[in-house]
């Protein structure tokens, strides 16, 4: 059964550095991998999905990176800003989820707080 | 404005009862999911629907029951049966299942009082 882990799960930076957040994945048969940012008591916001196919997505200052290999992907967020302060999850969709069931699987997330 | 929409935001249900959280969407998505998220333990998936009148059990459907009548909705019953009910639940769609997409709901949370 997958199993998605985020490292580390919680960082605090000051604002205007770049910074990456990690993921790891233990079956490397996915369809894709998603990013999403949760603010705090709210639901989750698309930020960047990965087809199994692609290397890497952008969206801004946002970049997002898959090696299906390693198991490892990665969201880089450049010149960060007090406003990128949540948590931030990541998710795989599995070519053979254990039990049959459909769905994410998730990681903890990583708690991100950018101090101003 | 196109999206899924939750309700009730919060929600207190006694011990005993059953209660029942929206969910809709007018994406026109054919797959629905319902995610159960605990402090420290991410998001668990409850029920999913692939399509209209079909759904199945997740992780952890125990307590839980839901329907699919129609394709904007799904709504999720938390039945007595459930143990520990305390929880912030969110709704997902895709256009279809696995290989898209998806968007979440702004949450339901529901406490036992």
């Known amino acids: 059964k997958q199993e998605v882990t985020q490292i580390p799960a919680a960082l605090s930076v000051p604002e205007g550095e770049n910074l990456v957040l990690n993921c790891s994945f233990t079956?490397?048969?996915?369809?894709?991998l998603q990013w999403f940012r949760q603010d705090p008591g709210k639901g989750l916001t698309s930020l960047l999905l990965i087809q199994s196919s692609q290397r890497e997505q952008t969206s801004g200052r946002l970049n997002a990176s898959l090696d299906k290999s390693s198991g490892r992907s990665t969201l880089y967020i450049a010149a960060s800003q007090p406003g990128d302060s949540a948590t931030y999850l990541c998710a795989s969709s599995d070519k053979y989820s254990g039990g049959g069931a459909d769905g994410l699987t998730f990681g903890k997330g990583t708690h991100l707080i950018i101090q101003p | 404005d196109g999206g899924i929409t939750q309700s009730p935001k919060y929600l207190f249900r006694k011990e005993g009862q059953n209660v029942t959280l929206s969910c809709e969407q007018n994406?026109?998505?054919?797959?629905m999911y319902w995610y159960r998220q605990d402090p420290g333990q991410g998001l668990r998936l409850i029920y999913y629907?692939?399509?209209?009148?079909?759904?199945q059990k997740g992780d952890i459907a125990e307590g839980y029951s839901v329907s699919r009548e129609k394709k904007e909705s799904f709504p999720l019953t938390v039945t007595s049966a459930q143990k520990n009910p305390t929880a912030f639940y969110l709704c997902?769609?895709?256009?279809?299942?696995?290989?898209?997409?998806?968007?979440f709901g702004q949450g339901t949370r529901l406490t036992v009082v």
């Open positions: 997902a769609s895709s256009i279809h299942s696995r290989n898209t997409e998806a968007f």
């Open positions: 994406l026109n998505h054919d797959a």
């Open positions: 079956d490397s048969a996915i369809y894709n």
């Open positions: 629907s692939q399509i209209v009148n079909d759904f």
